[in-house]
Antibody, heavy 119, light 110 residues
Framework: QVQLMQSGAEVKKPGASVKVSCKAS????????MHWVRQAPGQGLEWMGR????????DYAPKFRGRVTMTRDTSISTAYMELSRLRSDDTAVYYC????????????WGQGTLVTVSS | QTVVTQEPSFSVSPGGTVTLTCGLT?????????PSWYQQTPGQAPRTLIF???TRSSGVPDRFSGSILGNKAALTITGAQADDECDYYC??????????FGGGTKLTVL
């Protein structure tokens, strides 16, 4: 069965960077884009970007360009999302999600990783 | 910058029908935006209900349906049940690899 297993919670200071991992299993990793979506406490979903595991190509939301880097390691079926120059309003649960068929269909989601930014 | 709009909240009576919408601050939503709808209960990851305007995801009851109504995408829930009370999000594909979520609708069943 398809599973996306994310790394554990992180606490970071303002200005630092965080790197969240998402290990995929149960399907061919290269066949599906991986998206990253975040949700601040009590707020809505926010699309951050996606990566094509096949060639490493990325698309980022304009808001995050210059601060986010999405990468992958196909040898271990793992996608990564690194966010730099963290601010307190980056405190959120970060999800990875697998795309299927069309860009807006995210059919499997990771369990989420809470990133807390606090001095 | 175009924003995806949703009603912040909506209320429906048990057994009733409700239509949630997903629009744009500039322009009309069409099938070209591949509108999809997600349901989220507190503390859980979102669950896909509808994708590409009107295709129901596997296991989703036919009480949930998607469409284009006027210049917006729409999610209609018929025969509302107590456990439909949660948050609903739409997402649109804006082109060039970019997707945008709406702000979400908190649905109350009472």
């Amino acid at each position: 069965q398809v599973q996306l297993m994310q790394s554990g919670a992180e606490v970071k200071k303002p200005g630092a960077s965080v790197k969240v991992s998402c290990k995929a299993s149960g399907y061919t990793f290269n066949d599906h884009y991986m998206h990253w979506v975040r949700q601040a406490p009590g707020q809505g979903l926010e699309w951050m970007g996606r990566i094509n595991p096949n060639n490493g190509g990325t698309d980022y939301a304009p808001k995050f360009r210059g601060r986010v880097t999405m990468t992958r390691d196909t040898s271990i079926s793992t996608a990564y999302m690194e966010l730099s120059r963290l601010r307190s309003d980056d405190t959120a649960v970060y999800y990875c999600a697998r795309q299927r068929v069309v860009a807006t269909l995210l059919d499997y989601w990771g369990q989420g990783t809470l990133v807390t930014v606090s001095s | 910058q175009t924003v995806v709009t949703q009603e912040p909240s909506f209320s429906v009576s048990p057994g009733g029908t409700v239509t949630l919408t997903c629009g744009l601050t500039s322009g009309s939503v069409s099938t070209d935006y591949y509108p999809s709808w997600y349901q989220q209960t507190p503390g859980q990851a979102p669950r896909t209900l509808i994708f590409s305007t009107n295709t129901r995801s596997s296991g989703v009851p036919d009480r949930f349906s998607g469409s284009i109504l006027g210049n917006k995408a729409a999610l209609t829930i018929t025969g509302a049940q107590a456990d439909d009370e949660c948050d609903y999000y739409c997402v649109l594909y804006m082109g060039s690899g970019i997707s945008v979520f709406g702000g979400g609708t908190k649905l109350t069943v009472l």
